[in-house]
């Protein structure tokens, strides 16, 4: 015949999870900043990995230098306005009608799907 546990027998084992999951917690916090601290141009891939990525591949020949391109960011080349663009700003009578210069038709939408027969 087992007793239902004591309130202070009860009230340690709560403590003590409590004390494991913050410590854990803890632990995963320092690994995670730890981790987002460490620099990524000493990563070396694993030759699975590029075995993976790169078998059965023919290496392309290109002719851009990348050294001397001066617009280079993180996430690629940032292109330079070279100001060839258009900067008109049109009114939406402007584009629109069968008098406008572009001949675009406007389309009311309501929300749902709408088929165009073309």
Request: glycine share 8%; aromatic share 8%; charged share 25%.
């Amino acid at each position: 015949m087992s007793y239902p546990p004591t309130p202070s027998a009860t009230g340690t084992s709560n403590r003590k999870a409590k004390l494991k999951k913050s410590s854990k917690n803890r632990r995963n916090r320092d690994r995670s900043i730890r981790k987002a601290s460490e620099s990524f141009a000493d990563y070396r891939a694993t030759s699975r990995l590029i075995s993976r990525h790169t078998d059965g591949t023919q290496p392309i020949s290109c002719k851009i230098a990348a050294s001397e391109l001066k617009n280079i960011a993180s996430t690629g080349f940032v292109g330079l306005d070279d100001g060839s663009r258009s900067k008109t700003v049109y009114k939406l009578e402007d584009l629109v009608g069968d008098q406008s210069q572009f001949g675009f038709r406007l389309q009311h939408w309501r929300g749902g799907y709408v088929l165009l027969p073309f």
